[in-house]
């Protein structure tokens, strides 16, 4: 699965902190929680009418069920229908691991993909009934003190293998060894790790693994996991499981293969750090996944075992000094907000569906490609916003609707980006020498033998020169602002020098042609490396999702949005590959009917 999704990645912003993983020394002062835990008992959010719990009958682990329901004054069911039909803020399915299986998650998944308004989610189980009761009781005693963020390396995103920790002594980095996760493991209040991974472990580098067995005993820490396949807690040796079993609060993974790079705030962005409680840790985990669905996910399938009410903080991490409408919009201002990704609970703003924020992004509720610096959803009447802060005061303009401008800008934008940008940086652009030195290796052949060949050589070269200028011009612009993908982006100077090669041979057969037909060919040879990518990502989404997935889960498990991401870029690019060449056309022949009546002896 593993060499698939490398293939779906080929096909297809570090943050402050990113920046301060890469350039921070081991600091002076060891930025851990000083002093032994001390459980700290919040009061859950949320009325006894907002949360639902859910249980099959027949189920060993009814008896939790049945305790929380009491314990909580919040009505117990006995199907997902009737769970999801009192639209509640927060659903506690509780069920033994047992009763687990790919059927239950796609199911549930399914369901909650097609709802407008989201239910914030969390799985109550362990090995044993004892450990899920401990489980929903450990959600009220989570503190925020130390963030840990561990990657994996991650060529393709710029990411080096390292482990940075955040609290009270400042920032420290550390290699990733298995010494050292372990050591963040039982101090750290939030820990998330991004890299490879399995049911049974995670995968720190090819030789070192971290498996159930390495779990030390720990503190109501919350982890998460942007690894293949984790939440499988029914599989033997879970390593969701252990992590609960073993005293974590809550444990957010993914049941299935993800394609990474499309969950928010992954890598740095640590997003449930500042997790309050209007706007807790189950929210975050449901805006994520309608982030993976926006960028490659059939279904959201990103699970949170424990509490769906556990916050790291006890209020909002912000002030709201203003709140007015002016016309149909409406504009809140806010002051003191940290670093990060700050999360938002807007009353009343369920009925806007398009977000500014000034110096951050733009983002509507329909957006049809990913957003990694924002992201939103509506729960009840409320606007739950999500989106990365360089801190300070921030502005939020809510409007209804997005401008058609904007929504046309947005949509090319992210298309060049994905095409332009990103694709490059994961294989593309050798995607794009390889086929650009075949078309290179024929039209070199074929200028040897044809009239005139050097010379449309030379004018094919020199168009090319200025596409791929063009093409670097474009990244260098746009390197600030990409927010197709989590990764970090950089200028690929092997990219530029394979638009040259593609776009110079297309400029090459476009003089060379005498019919629409070659004219078309060499449209074609010119965007080669965007419609292949194209045509690739969706053949092998359509094969992953028909041999592998169909037969397991009854459905894809990957939508075609990669697939369908690079059609504006690529409309895009063969228009300005259309005017470029027919200028050149027009001005080589100008200038062979000039040569030649020079030539041309008098009478």
């Given at each position: 699965m593993?060499?698939?999704?490398v293939?779906?990645d080929l096909s297809?912003l570090?943050s402050?902190?990113?920046?301060?993983?890469?350039e921070?020394?081991?600091?002076?002062?060891?930025p851990d929680?000083?002093g032994?835990?001390?459980?700290?008992r919040?009061d859950?959010?949320?009325?006894?009418d907002s949360?639902v719990v859910?249980?099959d009958?027949?189920?060993p682990?009814?008896?939790?069920?049945?305790e929380?329901?009491?314990?909580e004054?919040?009505?117990?069911?006995?199907?997902?229908e009737n769970?999801?039909a009192?639209?509640p803020e927060?659903?506690?399915?509780?069920a033994?691991p047992?009763?687990?299986s790919?059927?239950?998650?796609?199911?549930?998944?399914?369901?909650?993909?097609?709802?407008?308004?989201?239910v914030?989610v969390?799985?109550?189980?362990?090995?044993?009934m004892?450990h899920?009761?401990q489980?929903w009781q450990?959600g009220?005693d989570v503190?925020?003190r130390?963030v840990?963020?561990?990657?994996?390396?991650?060529?393709?995103?710029?990411i080096r293998s390292?482990i940075v920790?955040?609290?009270?002594g400042?920032?420290g980095l550390?290699p990733?060894?298995?010494a050292n996760l372990?050591?963040y493991l039982?101090?750290?209040d939030y820990?998330?790790?991004t890299g490879?991974?399995g049911?049974?472990h995670?995968e720190?580098d090819?030789?070192?693994?971290?498996?159930?067995?390495d779990i030390p005993?720990l503190?109501p820490?919350?982890?998460?996991?942007?690894s293949?396949?984790t939440?499988?807690?029914w599989?033997d040796?879970?390593l969701a499981?252990a992590?609960?079993d073993q005293g974590?609060?809550?444990y957010?993974g993914?049941a299935?293969?993800p394609?990474e790079?499309?969950?928010?705030g992954?890598?740095y962005g640590?997003?449930?750090r500042?997790t309050w409680p209007?706007?807790p840790?189950g929210?975050?985990v449901?805006?994520?996944?309608r982030g993976t669905?926006?960028g490659f996910?059939?279904f959201?399938?990103?699970?949170l075992l424990?509490d769906p009410?556990t916050?790291l903080q006890?209020?909002?991490p912000?002030?709201?000094?203003?709140?007015?409408?002016?016309?149909?919009?409406?504009?809140?201002?806010y002051?003191?907000?940290?670093?990060g990704?700050i999360?938002?609970?807007?009353a009343?703003?369920?009925?806007y569906?398009f977000?500014?924020i000034?110096?951050?992004?733009?983002?509507w509720?329909?957006?049809?490609f990913y957003n990694?610096?924002?992201?939103?959803?509506d729960?009840g009447?409320?606007k739950?916003?999500?989106?990365?802060?360089?801190g300070?005061d921030?502005?939020i303009?809510?409007?209804?609707?997005?401008?058609?401008?904007w929504?046309v800008?947005d949509?090319l934008?992210d298309?060049l980006?994905h095409?332009?940008?990103y694709?490059?940086q994961?294989g593309g652009?050798?995607v794009a020498l390889?086929?650009?030195?075949l078309a290179w290796?024929?039209i070199l052949?074929?200028s040897?033998?044809?009239e005139?060949?050097?010379r449309?050589l030379?004018?094919?070269?020199?168009?090319?020169?200025?596409?791929?200028?063009?093409?670097?011009a474009y990244?260098?612009?746009?390197?600030d602002d990409?927010t197709?993908t989590?990764?970090a982006?950089?200028?690929s100077?092997?990219?530029?020098v394979?638009?040259?090669?593609?776009?110079g041979?297309?400029g090459?057969?476009f003089?060379?042609?005498?019919?629409w037909?070659?004219?078309?060919?060499a449209?074609a040879v010119g965007?080669?490396?965007?419609?292949?990518?194209?045509?690739?990502?969706?053949?092998?989404v359509?094969?992953?999702?028909g041999?592998?997935f169909?037969?397991?889960?009854?459905?894809?498990?990957?939508n075609?949005v990669l697939?369908?991401l690079?059609v504006?870029a690529?409309?895009v690019?063969?228009?300005?590959?259309?005017?470029c060449?027919?200028?050149?056309r027009?001005?080589?022949?100008?200038?062979e009917?000039r040569?030649?009546?020079s030539?041309?002896p008098?009478?």
């Amino acid at each position: 699965m593993t060499v698939v999704l490398v293939l779906l990645d080929l096909s297809l912003l570090g943050s402050g902190w990113a920046r301060a993983g890469e350039e921070a020394s081991s600091p002076t002062v060891e930025p851990d929680a000083t002093g032994e835990f001390g459980a700290r008992r919040q009061d859950r959010p949320g009325s006894p009418d907002s949360i639902v719990v859910l249980a099959d009958p027949g189920d060993p682990f009814y008896t939790v069920a049945e305790e929380i329901a009491a314990a909580e004054g919040a009505a117990l069911v006995d199907s997902l229908e009737n769970a999801l039909a009192r639209d509640p803020e927060y659903l506690l399915w509780v069920a033994s691991p047992a009763r687990m299986s790919d059927q239950a998650l796609v199911y549930f998944g399914l369901a909650l993909g097609t709802r407008d308004s989201v239910v914030s989610v969390g799985i109550i189980s362990g090995s044993t009934m004892e450990h899920a009761r401990q489980l929903w009781q450990r959600g009220r005693d989570v503190e925020g003190r130390l963030v840990v963020v561990a990657n994996a390396a991650n060529p393709s995103g710029h990411i080096r293998s390292s482990i940075v920790a955040l609290g009270p002594g400042g920032i420290g980095l550390r290699p990733l060894t298995l010494a050292n996760l372990t050591h963040y493991l039982e101090r750290a209040d939030y820990l998330t790790f991004t890299g490879h991974g399995g049911w049974s472990h995670l995968e720190l580098d090819s030789e070192t693994w971290l498996r159930p067995s390495d779990i030390p005993e720990l503190s109501p820490i919350v982890v998460t996991t942007g690894s293949c396949n984790t939440f499988r807690i029914w599989k033997d040796g879970s390593l969701a499981l252990a992590f609960v079993d073993q005293g974590a609060a809550a444990y957010a993974g993914f049941a299935y293969s993800p394609n990474e790079g499309y969950l928010l705030g992954e890598f740095y962005g640590a997003p449930l750090r500042y997790t309050w409680p209007g706007f807790p840790v189950g929210h975050v985990v449901q805006i994520q996944n309608r982030g993976t669905v926006q960028g490659f996910a059939r279904f959201p399938y990103y699970y949170l075992l424990g509490d769906p009410r556990t916050t790291l903080q006890s209020e909002p991490p912000y002030e709201l000094v203003a709140d007015r409408e002016e016309g149909s919009s409406r504009i809140l201002s806010y002051s003191g907000a940290p670093e990060g990704f700050i999360p938002v609970r807007i009353a009343g703003g369920a009925r806007y569906g398009f977000v500014d924020i000034p110096g951050v992004t733009s983002a509507w509720e329909r957006d049809p490609f990913y957003n990694a610096r924002l992201q939103m959803a509506d729960i009840g009447d409320d606007k739950l916003v999500l989106f990365e802060h360089s801190g300070g005061d921030f502005n939020i303009r809510l409007d209804q609707e997005p401008s058609l401008p904007w929504l046309v800008s947005d949509i090319l934008s992210d298309s060049l980006d994905h095409t332009l940008v990103y694709l490059p940086q994961t294989g593309g652009d050798l995607v794009a020498l390889f086929l650009g030195g075949l078309a290179w290796l024929t039209i070199l052949r074929v200028s040897r033998r044809s009239e005139g060949g050097k010379r449309r050589l030379l004018a094919s070269a020199g168009a090319g020169v200025v596409l791929a200028a063009l093409h670097g011009a474009y990244v260098w612009a746009r390197l600030d602002d990409v927010t197709i993908t989590s990764k970090a982006v950089e200028l690929s100077l092997l990219a530029v020098v394979g638009t040259f090669l593609v776009t110079g041979a297309g400029g090459f057969l476009f003089l060379s042609a005498r019919s629409w037909r070659g004219k078309g060919l060499a449209l074609a040879v010119g965007t080669l490396p965007t419609w292949a990518a194209l045509c690739f990502s969706v053949a092998l989404v359509a094969m992953v999702n028909g041999l592998v997935f169909g037969p397991q889960l009854g459905t894809g498990a990957y939508n075609y949005v990669l697939g369908v991401l690079p059609v504006a870029a690529l409309v895009v690019q063969g228009c300005v590959l259309a005017v470029c060449f027919t200028l050149l056309r027009r001005v080589t022949t100008s200038l062979e009917r000039r040569r030649s009546s020079s030539v041309r002896p008098d009478p």
